[in-house]
Structure formats: C-alpha cells, structure tokens
C-alpha cells in the first residue's frame, strides 16, 4: 500500500506539469476527428437500426418492465439513444487508451525516467506492435464482458462494482506492458506482473472510478442531443485525463518495482 500511495503522490505532481498536461492536445484533436466524423457518418443510422428492433420485438414493453423493477421508469422515453450511447462508450475507450499509448505513454516514460531513474538500463523488451497487440486483445476480452454485463449498468449498486472492475482490468493488461515497454525485458516484466498483480489491479481499479465520470457525461448527451458534440469533446478529454494520470501512476509504481528487482538481484546470496 505505502508504495502505490508514493507512485500515486509523484504521478499527482507530475500531472500539473506542463510537459505532461499537453500530452493530452493530440490525442485529444486526432479522437475528435475521428468521433466528429463518427457520428456523423453512422450515429443516427445505429439509433434507427436499434429503434426498428425494438419496434419489431416489443423492445419498449421489456425495458418499460425492466426500468419500472429497478424505478427507472423515466429512462423508457431515452432507451434507445441510451443503449447508442453505451455501446459506443467501448469503442471511445479503445479510442483513448490506443491514442494514449501510442503518443503520451513513451512521453510519459521518457520524462518518468530521465527525473527519477537515470540509472536503470533500458533493456527494450516491448515494442509498439506489441502495445498495439496488448491494447487490441484486452480490448475484445473487455467489449465482450462490457456487453455481457451491460444491464447491470441499469442497478447502480451492482454497476458501481463492475464498470470500475472491469476498467481496472483493462487498464493493468494495456498500461503495464507500456510502462515497462524500454526498461524491462519480457522476462523481467512476466515476473513483475505476477509479484504485483493485486496492487496494479488495485491501481487500476482505483482509475476506473476515476473513469466513471466522463462516462456518465457521455452518457448525459442522451438528455440533450444539440449538445451531444460538446459532451462528447469533454468526454474525450476527461478520458485522456484519466489516462494520462493512470499511465503517471503505473510508470512510478513499475518503474520502482523494476529498481527494486534490480537491487535485488544485484546483492550477494
């Protein structure tokens, strides 16, 4: 615990740094882009191809019933942009965490390293198809349980324990192997993972509380459609914050365990 609080404590200062703080201004222009076109191109065909399903299976009596059990009653009028909105959270996500991984997590090493480690040895043992890879295959594992347990999100108890869950997941398989990507070799990284498995789950469990919250902005464009851009844009942002902080948070709390591992080795039987 006291050494994820010290990761957590630098990856907070190292947050408000310039440097940092303007990780987030490609990532964040490259998913507008490409979210603006997005819903532009397909949104408005998803909400009528789940609006004539609904219409042709009595979708709307089901969901009346279900809401009325949990005393949603009210969300009947917006379920069908809703479940839009919710099935294109994941992708958004995937949109975050790729852009993240590719542009801001060596920025973040690099600037983690040069103040903190200078000496350890970058033995490169990732690489940015194997990022890539990672952030895919974690990604299809988590879609499918995202949808799996999607009406869950309907009972706010259960869904205050799985979203955070499941994003703690996500985010250990993605930001280890990027946080450890120079430094470590495979094979340092496959016993580092197993040795601090439950405090980077922890770690990452924590950031999907975090996550919670440009999530349910997101969702909130549901209410307003005119304002779905706008709600959409800071979503995106408020994602890449949380990535940017979570990535912070795994390059302290691995690259200390890495130093650490180090040492160890180094001293005599």
């Known amino acids: 615990m006291r050494d994820i609080m010290r990761a957590w404590g630098k990856a907070l200062a190292a947050q408000f740094h310039y440097k940092i703080f303007l990780l987030t201004a490609l990532p964040f222009i490259l998913s507008i882009v490409l979210w603006g076109v997005a819903m532009w191109w397909g949104l408005q065909y998803l909400v009528d191809t789940i609006q004539s399903y609904f219409v042709d299976h009595d979708g709307f009596q089901l969901a009346g019933r279900l809401l009325g059990m949990v ?4 969300l009947k009028t917006v379920i069908v942009p809703l479940i839009a909105m919710w099935l294109l959270l994941p992708l958004m996500i995937l949109t975050s965490l790729l852009c993240i991984g590719v ?13 903190d480690y200078p000496e350890l040895e970058m033995r490169e043992g990732g690489s940015l198809l194997g990022s890539l890879w990672r952030a895919f295959s974690s990604f299809v594992i988590f879609a499918v349980l995202w ?5 869950l999100a309907l009972i706010p ?13 996500l985010t250990y398989r993605v930001m280890v192997y990027d ?19 439950s405090a980077l789950l922890a770690i990452g469990t924590i950031a999907g509380i ?6 349910l902005l997101w969702l909130g464009g549901v209410l307003s459609v005119v304002f779905l851009p ?7 942002w408020l994602y890449l914050l949380v990535f940017v902080f979570t990535g912070l948070w795994f390059q302290y709390y691995c690259m200390e365990a890495l130093r650490q ?9």
């Open 71 to 74: 005393g949603l009653i009210a």
């Open 147 to 151: 949808l799996v347990t999607l009406p």
């Open 230 to 236: 706008v709600f959409a844009g800071l979503s995106i």
């Open 261 to 269: 591992l180090r040492g160890r080795k180094l001293e005599p039987a």
């Open 179 to 197: 946080a450890l990507a120079e430094h470590a070799d495979a094979e340092e990284r496959e016993l580092l993972t197993r040795q601090h498995r």
């Open 210 to 215: 975090f996550g919670a919250a440009p999530s």
């Open 157 to 169: 108890v259960l869904s205050l324990v799985v979203q955070p869950l499941l994003w703690g997941w």
């Open 103 to 115: 542009f801001a997590m060596p920025a973040i090493n690099r600037y983690v390293s040069r103040r």
